[in-house]
């Protein structure tokens, strides 16, 4: 009933871009953190951006530049920018919603998008 519901995955050549959008159902995000994860095959998750409920964000020193993280509270939805995309940026992508970026385990997690950077 409560969901997170990630899209815009897909095949992109390096230096492409894709934007990533997760959207919520069941209840209204504006009151929680958002935060965009990744995992690719042999490596943990980590975090990539997170936005809090007042508009802040964060991003990890790998996609500095590269990555924006928005929302349309509006729209019940929360964006990644993805640009100059790289082979390394490969792998599932998750959305999670929490009460703050500072401590965040993920009360709500989306089901994954898979992101394949490849030539």
């Known amino acids: 009933q409560l969901q997170l519901v990630e899209s815009g995955g897909g095949l992109v050549q390096p230096g492409g871009s894709l934007r990533l959008s997760c959207a919520a159902s069941?209840?209204?995000?504006?009151?929680?953190?958002i935060g965009w994860f990744r995992q690719a095959p042999g490596k943990e998750r980590e975090g990539v951006s997170c936005?809090?409920?007042?508009?802040?964000?964060n991003s990890a020193d790998s996609v500095k530049g590269r990555f924006t993280i928005s929302r349309d509270n509006a729209k019940n939805t929360v964006y990644l920018q993805m640009n100059s995309l790289k082979p390394e940026d490969t792998a599932v992508y998750y959305c999670?919603?929490?009460?703050?970026?500072?401590?965040?385990?993920?009360?709500?997690w989306g089901q994954g998008t898979q992101v394949t950077v490849s030539s």
């Open positions: 999670a919603a929490d009460m703050y970026c500072g401590a965040f385990l993920g009360e709500y």
């Open positions: 069941g209840f209204t995000l504006d009151t929680y953190a």
């Open positions: 936005i809090s409920n007042i508009g802040s964000t």
